[in-house]
Each structure stands twice: as structure tokens, then as C-alpha cells.
């Protein structure tokens, strides 16, 4: 799948179960092991697991392995492993605390449309 197509399919899977302040980092010079990082803000721990299996599921659908899910048991922060895409949907506290924004640099990768407005800035 292309990794346009599917950075789209996992915004759309995070805006679909109200996730905010969705950004999404191309990171392929960075990194050996990912193209892109795409973080979300939750507002409960209930709401940050309905956003990983509304990505684990959109992404499965779509034929895209998901090689993982982390952190479901502490809540706060979980991560969803697709390979080529990492996905961190944190409690707005603890996204702040680790500034994932800040260690992964650069600018937001702008999104087309299909509808719905592009990845937003992070709250600060």
C-alpha cells in the first residue's frame, strides 16, 4: 500500500473515534525502521484504546499488517506498530511531558483532503 494511502487511512481512523491534535511526521532520513510517526491526543484512557483499534482495525481492513500494539495495560500512551508508520495516541498530559513533536523534528506533513480538514497543529 502506498504510504500516502495509508498515513491517510490511519488519520482518517483517529479522527473517526475523535482523536485531536493529529500529526503526522515524515521521519524516512531519520529513521532506518519507519517512514512516518503520527501522534494523537486521547482524553481518557477508555477513548486512547477505541483510537488504536479504530487504527488496528481500519489498517487490517485495508490488507496492512499491524505488527503490534503497546501500552494498552497502563493506558496513558499506547503505540500501534504498522511497520512503516508509528503511531503514539497519548493523554494530552503525557504528550506534553514527552514532546514527541520536539524529537522527531521538522514540519507536519500536510494532508489532502478527502473531505476533512489536514493534520493539526499540537496544543501547547
Avoid: C, T
Avoid at 9 to 24: S, T, Y
Avoid at 36 to 52: E, H, T
Amino acid at each position: 500500500m502506498d504510504i500516502r494511502k495509508k498515513q491517510r487511512a490511519v488519520v482518517d481512523a483517529l479522527e473517526d473515534v475523535k482523536g485531536h491534535d493529529i500529526l503526522v511526521f515524515n521521519v524516512a532520513r531519520l529513521s532506518p525502521f519507519f517512514e512516518r510517526v503520527v501522534i494523537a491526543s486521547g482524553d481518557s484512557s477508555r477513548q486512547l484504546k477505541a483510537l488504536a483499534d479504530s487504527v488496528r482495525e481500519r489498517l487490517g481492513a485495508l490488507g496492512a499488517r499491524v505488527r503490534g500494539v503497546e501500552g494498552e495495560a497502563g493506558g496513558e500512551w499506547l503505540l500501534v506498530d504498522l511497520g512503516d508508520i508509528i503511531v503514539h495516541v497519548m493523554h494530552p498530559a503525557v504528550r506534553s511531558h514527552y514532546n514527541l513533536e520536539e524529537i522527531w523534528g521538522g514540519k507536519p506533513v500536510k494532508l489532502a483532503g478527502h473531505g476533512k480538514a489536514p493534520a493539526r497543529r499540537a496544543r501547547r
